[in-house]
C-alpha cells in the first residue's frame, strides 16, 4: 500500500512541517490544499509554487495533488479562470493532479440537470488539461445535498466525453458508504482517501466531515475491506489519509497515531 498523506489531516503544521511528517512516517507523497483560509494559512505557506514543489522533492515525496476548485459543476467564467489558475500553480509546483469539487449545498440535484452540469463542466475543463498535460480528480461526494454523489455518474460522462486520459475519480471510503456503496471502478481511480468513522451513535445520514478520525478496530467504513476490493482489482495508486475532525487535527503526536494506524489495515491487508 502506497501511503499518502493530505494536509487537511494536520492542517496547523506549518508546510515543511507536514512534509517531514509524510517522509517520517514513509508516504510517497502528499496533497496541498488552498482552502485553510480559516486558519491563515495560503497555499504552500505562500512559498512560490516552484519553491514549493522542489521542496517537495527535496524531501523524496511527490506532490500528489493539488486541491481544489469548488464548485467545479457550477460552470462559468470565474470557475474557468479558478480551473485555469490552479492548473498553472500546479504546473509550476510539479503536482501531479488537480481536485474538482462538485456544489455541496443542496442545490442542483435534480435528476437530468445535475449530469448536465457535470458534464458541461468536464467538457470545458478537458481541453485545459490537455493543453497544460495535467490531469484532474474528480470527487464525488456521498452527502444526501451534494449535486454529484455518484461514481457511475461521472465515469459515465467522462467516457461520453473520451476523456479518461484526464480525468480520473477519487475513491472516498467515507464518501461511498454515505452514497450507499455500488461499483469501484479501480481502473478509473487515481486516489483514495481514507479516514474513519468510530462513533457508534451515528446513522449514516448523520455522518460529517467532523467526525472523520484515523482508522483503528472500531471503523464502521470498512476501510480495509474498500481497500483491499480496490487493490485485489489491479488499483495500484496511493492511500492517502484526509481527516477533518477536529480531535484528530490537534493529535499532539500525529506522526505515532498516524503511523499506527496506517500500520494497521496494512496489517490487516496482509492477513487477508
Not at 488552498?34 to 504552500?44: K, Q
Not at 489558475?85 to 488537480?98: C, H, Q, R, S
Not at 452527502?143 to 472516498?172: C, M, W, Y
Amino acid at each position: 500500500m502506497q501511503r499518502a498523506l493530505n494536509q487537511m489531516t494536520v492542517p496547523h503544521l506549518s508546510f515543511e512541517a507536514f512534509l517531514d511528517l509524510a517522509a517520517d512516517i514513509g508516504c510517497v507523497g502528499v496533497e496541498a490544499r488552498n482552502d485553510m483560509d480559516a486558519l491563515g494559512r495560503p497555499l504552500f505557506d505562500g512559498m512560490a509554487a516552484e519553491a514549493a514543489g522542489a521542496l517537495v522533492l527535496a524531501k523524496g515525496l511527490r506532490l500528489i495533488g493539488l486541491s481544489q476548485v469548488y464548485p467545479f459543476n457550477s460552470w462559468d467564467e470565474t470557475r474557468a479562470s479558478e480551473v485555469a489558475g490552479l492548473i498553472a500553480t500546479a504546473k509550476a509546483a510539479g503536482a501531479e493532479t488537480i481536485s474538482l469539487i462538485p456544489r455541496n449545498d443542496g442545490t442542483g440535484l435534480g435528476n437530468g440537470e445535475r449530469q448536465a452540469n457535470a458534464r458541461i463542466a468536464l467538457k470545458a475543463i478537458y481541453p485545459m488539461l490537455v493543453a497544460e498535460d495535467m490531469r484532474a480528480l474528480v470527487e464525488p461526494l456521498g452527502f444526501g445535498r451534494s449535486s454529484l454523489r455518484f461514481k457511475e455518474e461521472v465515469v459515465g460522462i467522462i467516457n461520453d466525453l473520451q476523456a479518461t486520459d484526464r480525468f480520473k475519480l477519487v475513491h472516498d471510503t467515507f464518501h461511498h458508504i454515505l452514497s450507499g456503496g455500488g461499483p469501484l471502478y479501480p481502473e478509473q481511480t487515481g486516489i483514495i482517501h481514507i479516514s474513519a468513522i468510530v462513533d457508534p451513535s451515528l446513522s449514516v445520514g448523520a455522518m460529517e466531515d467532523e467526525h472523520r478520525v484515523l482508522v483503528d478496530e472500531r471503523d464502521r467504513l470498512e476501510n480495509v475491506s474498500q481497500i483491499k476490493a480496490l487493490l485485489d482489482s489491479g488499483y495500484d495508486g496511493p492511500v492517502s489519509y484526509e481527516c477533518f475532525s477536529p480531535k484528530t487535527q490537534a493529535l499532539s503526536d500525529p506522526k505515532t497515531a498516524i503511523s499506527q494506524s496506517f500500520a494497521f489495515i496494512e496489517a490487516k491487508l496482509a492477513r487477508g
